[in-house]
C-alpha cells in the first residue's frame, strides 16, 4: 500500500508532470513508458492496492514510479551530489512541496541554505 504522502505526491505528478514518470521509466529501462503512467493511474484508482498488481504492473512501479516517490534524493545543499546534509534522501513529509517548488532538496537542506545566506550575507 502506498502511504497517503506518497499517494499525494503520485497524484500531484500524474495531474501535473507526467512527463517525470516517462523520463524515470526510460531511464531505467522500460521501454514502454506510457505503460508506467498507466500502472501509475491503475494504482491512484485502487487507492494504491499493490496486491492487485500484476507481475508487468509491478515492474513499471518498481523502476518508473517508485524512483519519484519512495527514497527520492536530494539535490544537495548547493544542487551539488555529495552537498546534501541530511539523510541524502527528501523526506516524505516535504516530499509534494518538493514536487510544486521544483526544488528537490530535503528541509535540512533547505533550511540550513537559507540560515548560511542569512548569516553571510
Ligand atoms: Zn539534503
Redesign the pocket.
Known sequence: MLSEDHTKVLKYIVDNNEEYIMDSAKENGINNPDASVGVAKFLLGGSGNFSEMSVNQKHHYDNAIKPLIIDVP?D??INEDGS???N?SIDEDSLLGAYIGQDM??Q??VSTKDTWFANNP
Open positions: 536530494c544537495g545543499m546534501c546534509i541530511g541524502g532538496r530535503c535540512h537542506c
